[in-house]
């Protein structure tokens, strides 16, 4: 059975930093392309970054270049956003999801519970 598990949500002051974990049982996230969705009440769902499976190549949405960085640590079968200057607009559900294929296009075969970061002052 395939199982995500985020981590590291919370409140946090505008400017601020948090690192969220996504850990996998069930699947080795290296030979999947593996992304972080965000979603609000008022937004559609939207992927904020993405590792692809093999060489770990990341790709940002435009919004967040710069000041996220998603890694992965194939010994601990996890994924992590490092998401630093943290903007109140950064609010927002964060889902770990894995597809089935190398990047994050396509079938999706496993979403996280999901974690709530919420940016205010």
């Known amino acids: 059975q395939v199982q995500l598990v985020e981590s590291g949500g919370g409140v946090v002051q505008p400017g601020g930093s948090l690192r969220l974990s996504c850990a996998a049982s069930g699947i080795t996230l290296a030979n999947h392309g593996t992304g972080w969705f965000r979603q609000t009440p008022w937004k559609e769902r939207e992927m904020v970054s993405c590792?692809?499976?093999?060489?770990?190549?990341?790709k940002y949405d435009d919004s967040v270049k710069g000041r996220f960085t998603m890694s992965r640590d194939n010994a601990k079968n996890t994924v992590y956003l490092q998401m630093n200057s943290l903007k109140p607009e950064d609010t927002a559900v964060y889902y770990c999801?894995?597809?089935?294929?190398?990047?994050?296009?396509?079938?999706?075969?496993?979403w996280g519970q999901g974690t709530q970061v919420t940016v205010s002052s």
């Open positions: 590792i692809s499976s093999g060489n770990g190549q990341t």
């Open positions: 999801v894995t597809h089935v294929g190398s990047s994050c296009i396509g079938l999706t075969n496993a």
